[in-house]
């Protein structure tokens, strides 16, 4: 077989020594305490078993053994896989492989791979099971009322939460496998008839285009080398969500989910700005109630955008404003300069956002209280910050939480950033130089192409009537035009009488 281990598609041998040498010497047996040798002789033939200690049901596998020992000579001799399925094992998936390197990715993905003396064919028995938690509620896409199952690290188990909402048989789920060492199975998810053929076609073909060792940052690193990395972009350009339901209605939309293995996200591709701006919430209440909502958090974010720089211009030119706004100022000037204030209290938000998150449950609790109350009433009594910045500070931090994309909050974050010091630099036209360059980025960015603005650039008037309002689903009938979806009803016109 050769001594190289970065041969490809080494062959199977009818040499039982041989394919055992060649195994042992690429995974390391006996250092590797966790791959797993079990030899014997059955019926005058020898057989070898490989597994991954940790990785394979106990219980299945001394099934497994079971059945071998109970088999004959004759049924080892020729058509072992027919024997083994008909005769033998019979509840589990079993099939045949001819190369090595598919027994390497069966292996070290959980099954085992049985050798048979004489046989140029591993059979290969899915008896794995893997370390998992049950699905929970994500943290981050709560909701008062709805299901409360949450996607998990495994992959087989995010399937088939999709499964269980969508019974379609034209649900389709293509598996790819990404890392040249890590072998990670990536899954592309999509209805046959629904979807469009090129946006999946695309996709595949860029998740197979991936070269790399490995991808431990799981999803994160897919999205970078799918879409490419946009140093100066900070706007996501696909939707994270731990949320089946949520997958399961962008599916019947038209959109693609692609879900990689040891991640509890999956990703939904293509998305607009919009797409992150709304939450499973407004669909659990009435329609208007989910209108009140929508418009509640557009609020926030707008205030999380737009607000602080607003009144940093409108501290810096009180001059400029009408006598009805003159109480927006500052009425206790501080030591140091506005600008300088305001940036000093959102990086110490975000120290305290991430040393929260670093701190366990019980004592981050206590670290804000500390750092809220505390360090920002001492800092206002010392004269280092005026009390009016704490407050707005506060407002944007408040708005940025409220948004439903944690991607889409850091990335305000920085717009926020950006235009704050435009504005303490030049005013109200550095502001607005700000806020334009910003939206002009916006206008830029494209999610596989799909123009991150739309449908308000290109302007869609109907498309952004749904969107600034909670239609009622039963006259919900279109599905959103920018994912030229095959079938475009989801519904016939009044099918919800």
Not at 282 to 305: D, M, N, S, T
């Amino acid at each position: 077989m050769g001594d190289n281990s970065s041969e490809k598609n080494v062959p199977v041998s009818k040499n039982y020594q041989e394919n055992v040498d060649y195994l042992n010497r690429e995974l390391g047996v006996p250092d590797c305490f966790d791959i797993v040798l079990r030899e014997m002789s059955i019926g005058g033939k020898r057989i070898a078993i490989y597994s991954v200690n940790g990785m394979v049901d106990t219980h299945v596998a001394s099934y497994i053994l079971d059945a071998l020992i109970d088999l004959e000579r004759s049924d080892l001799i020729v058509n072992a896989l027919d024997r083994l399925v008909k005769g033998r094992i019979v509840n589990l998936q079993v099939s045949e492989v001819q190369t090595m390197d598919k027994v390497f990715y069966f292996v070290l993905s959980g099954p085992m791979a049985i050798f048979v003396e004489g046989q140029e064919k591993a059979i290969i028995v899915d008896a794995r099971t893997y370390p998992s938690r049950q699905p929970q509620e994500p943290d981050i896409e709560r909701v008062t009322r709805g299901s409360r199952d949450g996607f998990t690290e495994t992959l087989v188990m995010n399937t088939a939460l999709i499964r269980r909402r969508l019974r379609d048989p034209k649900l389709r789920m293509k598996l790819v496998q990404v890392g040249g060492r890590s072998k990670t199975d990536v899954c592309i998810t999509y209805i046959e008839d629904i979807t469009n053929p090129d946006m999946v076609n695309k996709i595949h073909k860029d998740l197979q285009g991936i070269k790399i060792d490995g991808i431990p940052m799981a999803e994160k690193s897919v999205e970078e080398f799918i879409l490419g990395s946009k140093f100066w972009n900070p706007y996501p350009r696909v939707r994270y969500t731990e949320r089946p339901d949520v997958a399961a209605i962008h599916l019947l939309e038209g959109h693609v989910i692609i879900i990689v293995d040891t991640s509890p996200s999956v990703m939904i591709a293509p998305v607009t700005f919009w797409s992150h701006v709304q939450h499973a919430e407004e669909y659990r209440q009435e329609p208007i109630v989910g209108a009140y909502l929508r418009w509640i958090r557009f609020a926030g974010i707008f205030a999380a955008l737009f607000l602080l720089p607003l009144w940093l211009g409108a501290a810096l030119n009180p001059q400029l404003l009408p006598d009805w706004l003159q109480f927006i100022g500052v009425t206790k000037p501080a030591k140091i300069s506005l600008l300088v204030q305001v940036l000093v209290a959102e990086f110490g938000v975000d120290l305290l956002r991430m040393g929260t998150i670093h701190t366990p449950g019980p004592l981050g609790t206590a670290l804000g209280l500390i750092a809220a109350f505390m360090l920002g009433d001492i800092a206002v009594k010392v004269g280092l910050f005026s009390p009016e910045v704490v407050m707005y500070v506060a407002i944007a931090a408040v708005g940025t939480f409220a948004t439903p994309s944690y991607e889409l909050g850091l990335a305000n974050r920085l717009a926020r950033l950006f235009i704050i010091i435009m504005t303490g630099l030049f005013n109200f036209i550095g502001f607005g130089i700000g806020a334009v360059l910003v939206l002009f980025l916006l206008w830029r960015t494209k999610s596989f192409g799909v123009p991150y603005l739309w449908p308000l650039i290109p302007l869609n008037i109907k498309a952004l009537g749904s969107i600034m309002m909670r239609s009622p689903v039963p006259i919900n009938n279109q599905r959103p035009s920018f994912l030229k979806a095959q079938d475009q009803d989801r519904q016939p016109k009044g099918g919800g009488k």
